[in-house]
T-cell receptor
């Protein structure tokens, strides 16, 4: 599976938007982009995923570059509960092992 | 639904001891997997199963055994614990083993293991 690159850490003020970047320059045409987050002392939880078009759900938005070599997870209004490690993961459509390859992610600090 | 449950929450072992980490899910998911997470690192896949009776190795399988006799349960066995296996272990499951539908993975709360 192709790899992703994320900043180690980011900070945001509470109630401001947060843009978490992810580079995936070796992405293939069949790779989906997934985002998971891990709150302190918990297991990871699903945030959002997409293939080519931008995606929105109740938690966040996913903006995918036209060449698909990068993407951005957008939290519209950061809250203290959004402080977590955010993982950007590529997952092949034909990956029958259903495997996720986690990198080190971005640790988001939300400042009150 | 209880989702994915793991027991115990915390365990201390001495080098050479054996133990089994339990994982169960009540969502009728075909796919289950085990990850370990070391300090400052992301999750690494140990073993996975695409259905009852079928298991396969992940990225870091050495020192661990698994079996899948039922859809619900996927225990992870450490036959002879080593300090290098000190870690947090997460179990995960999803509905389908195939990546075609990009199924969401659901993670358990984790088991913290300390090997002295």
């Amino acid at each position: 599976d192709a790899k992703t690159t994320q900043p180690n850490s980011m900070e945001s003020n509470e109630e401001e938007p947060v843009h978490l970047p992810c580079n995936h320059s070796t992405i293939s045409g069949t790779d989906y982009i997934h985002w998971y987050r891990q709150l302190p002392s918990q297991g990871p939880e699903y945030v959002i995923h997409g293939l080519t078009s931008n995606v929105n759900n109740r938690m966040a938005s996913l903006a995918i570059a036209e060449d698909r070599k990068s993407s951005t997870l957008i939290l519209h209004r950061a809250t203290l509960r959004d402080a977590a490690v955010y993982y950007c993961i590529l997952r092949a459509t034909l990956n029958t092992g259903n495997q996720f390859y986690f990198g080190t992610g971005t640790s988001l600090t939300v400042i009150p | 639904n209880a989702g994915v449950t793991q027991t115990p929450k915390f365990q201390v072992l001495k080098t050479g001891q054996s133990m089994t980490l339990q994982c169960a899910q009540d969502m009728n998911h075909e796919y289950m997997s085990w990850y370990r997470q070391d300090p400052g690192m992301g999750l690494r896949l140990i073993h996975y199963s695409v259905g009852a009776g079928i298991t396969d190795q992940g990225e870091v399988p050495n020192g661990y055994n698994v079996s899948r006799s039922t859809t619900e349960d996927f225990p992870l066995r450490l036959l002879s614990a080593a300090p290098s296996q000190t870690s947090v272990y997460f179990c995960a499951s999803s509905y389908s083993p195939s990546g075609i539908n990009q199924e969401t993975q659901y993670f358990g709360p984790g088991t913290r293991l300390l090997v002295l």
